[in-house]
Every structure is written in C-alpha cells, then in structure tokens.
C-alpha cells in the first residue's frame, strides 16, 4: 500500500472526526446567571478542578468553561475598553497531571487565548451574565489523561501570575460555579476544588498547606466550576479508519 495515501487518508479521517464530550457539567442551554468566583475579589491566581473523563475518545479537542461577568460599559474604568457591549481579555487553561493523594502533578499542557466578553447590560435580572468560552486544544497534540486536574487562570488589577496594574473590566470577571454533578464524567470529590489565592483566610485550612500555590481545598459541596472537555479518537484509531476506508475504495474500484 502507497504510506503517502494512507497518511493523507488519515488526515481526512482526523479532520472528519467528530469531537466527543468526554466531561461536562455545563448545562444544555446556560440561565442567566451562576453563583461565581471572583478572581480580582478573591486575590485568585487559578481556580479549577480534579476531573475524571467518560466517553472514548482522548485527543485533546476543545474545553469550554462558563463565565460570569459583572462588568457594566457604564462602570467609569470600563469607558474606553472594548466596544459598547463586549471587551477582550485573555484566559489561560492549564492541564495537569493528578498527582500522589491530592496533588497537582506536572503541568501537560497549558493554552493561552483572547476573548470577546460580554459586558453585563444595564437592566439585567442578575449581578453578572453567564456566557461560555471555548478553548482550542488541538495544538496541544496530546491524549487527556482518564484524571487530570485543570485551572483556569487569568490578570486582573492586582491579581494573577502578571497582575495588569490598572483597573478594568477584568475585576468584575469571575468563573461561574454550578451545584449539579456532570452528565458526563465524573467530579473525582465533590467537596474539593483546586485554588491558588495569595490570601490564606480563604482556604479551608487557613493557608496551612501553603498560600499562593495551586493545590487542593475543601469545603465545596454545591459549588463546582463549570467546565466542558471534547476529545477526538487517538491517531491510531484514525489510522485505522483511513485504512478501512482506503480497504473499501480499492474493493469498489475492483468491482
């Protein structure tokens, strides 16, 4: 067999591959609003979870998280950012490895994009409005682990691994949390999340196991981060098919 048809068949596959949810706990269709965590507020570095994926699939497709924004074009440091009803600001997801007990292994795969966010409107029902953002992680060219552990981190005035030194919407720009279990996949506790505060009064412990580091804290029943992962089959698994496929022309071709 001709390995150049093969490969390119295998790309074809790839490309045509549907991407599957392997873990999620962000409804269907979004309500207005979730109960969230400010990052600004909460001197927040990064916040996320320790998951565990269902589903087949494992190629690193796309993660999408739920936000809460607070943030009004009204608000006096917001005037001459972004357009009348959105601003960009960048997120960053980190993919880690589940390591011994309830630590955070070593970092796998990080993604940093820009985003169009919406700016809450002046007569709303709620303090912040719920939208979601999905990241692209097929550059990361990795298959997700059955277990991770993820973050999401991002700058705001005087927070974040390069805090912005200035005041903006990013204050007000929080990850919403939800108090469902996932539809797919599984929260590996329930009581716990993954944090990194520079203020210690807000661990469970006090900031006992450390302050301003990522690692576990408890106390969280009925409040979740809200998070999708989409994976793809592994290239064997493409490689395969377009074998398959390449297998079936040469039998239509004969016939």
């Given at each position: 067999?001709?390995?150049?048809?093969?490969?390119?068949?295998?790309v074809?596959?790839?490309?045509?591959?549907?991407?599957e949810?392997?873990f999620?706990?962000?409804?269907?269709?979004?309500a207005?609003?979730?109960?969230s965590?400010?990052?600004?507020?909460?001197?927040?570095?990064e916040?996320?979870?320790k998951?565990?994926?269902g589903?087949?699939?494992?190629?690193?497709?796309?993660?999408t998280?739920?936000?809460s924004?607070w943030?009004?074009?009204?608000?006096?440091?917001?005037?001459?950012?972004?357009?009348?009803?959105?601003f960009?600001?960048?997120?960053?997801?980190?993919?880690?490895?589940?390591?011994?007990?309830?630590?955070?292994g070593?970092?796998?795969?990080?993604?940093?994009?820009?985003?169009?966010?919406?700016?809450?409107?002046?007569?709303?029902g709620?303090?912040?409005?719920?939208?979601n953002?999905t990241f692209?992680?097929?550059?990361?060219g990795?298959?997700l682990?059955?277990?991770?552990?993820?973050?999401?981190?991002y700058?705001t005035?005087?927070?974040?691994?390069?805090?912005?030194?200035?005041?903006?919407?990013?204050?007000?720009?929080?990850?919403?949390?939800?108090d469902?279990s996932?539809?797919?996949?599984?929260?590996?506790?329930?009581?716990?999340?993954?944090?990194?505060?520079?203020?210690?009064g807000f661990?469970?412990?006090?900031?006992?196991g450390?302050?301003?580091?990522f690692?576990?804290?408890?106390?969280?029943?009925?409040?979740?981060?809200?998070?999708?992962?989409?994976?793809?089959?592994?290239?064997?698994?493409?490689?395969?098919l377009?074998?398959?496929?390449?297998?079936a022309?040469?039998?239509?071709?004969?016939?």
């Amino acid at each position: 067999m001709n390995k150049l048809m093969i490969a390119g068949l295998a790309v074809l596959v790839a490309s045509a591959a549907q991407a599957e949810t392997v873990f999620t706990n962000i409804p269907g269709s979004l309500a207005g609003n979730y109960p969230s965590l400010g990052y600004q507020a909460t001197s927040t570095q990064e916040f996320g979870n320790k998951i565990s994926l269902g589903g087949t699939d494992r190629l690193a497709s796309s993660a999408t998280v739920t936000l809460s924004s607070w943030a009004k074009k009204s608000d006096p440091e917001n005037s001459n950012i972004g357009t009348a009803t959105h601003f960009d600001h960048s997120l960053t997801m980190n993919i880690y490895s589940a390591g011994a007990g309830n630590t955070v292994g070593g970092l796998l795969g990080t993604v940093t994009q820009t985003f169009s966010i919406q700016y809450r409107p002046e007569v709303y029902g709620f303090n912040g409005i719920a939208q979601n953002v999905t990241f692209d992680l097929s550059g990361l060219g990795f298959n997700l682990p059955e277990t991770f552990i993820y973050g999401i981190a991002y700058n705001t005035q005087s927070h974040g691994y390069n805090p912005l030194g200035t005041a903006g919407p990013w204050n007000s720009l929080n990850y919403a949390l939800i108090d469902t279990s996932p539809t797919i996949g599984t929260d590996v506790d329930a009581d716990d999340v993954f944090w990194n505060t520079s203020f210690g009064g807000f661990y469970t412990d006090g900031g006992a196991g450390g302050v301003g580091t990522f690692r576990q804290d408890t106390n969280w029943a009925g409040f979740t981060p809200m998070v999708q992962f989409e994976a793809v089959p592994e290239p064997a698994t493409m490689t395969i098919l377009a074998l398959g496929a390449l297998v079936a022309l040469k039998k239509r071709k004969s016939n």
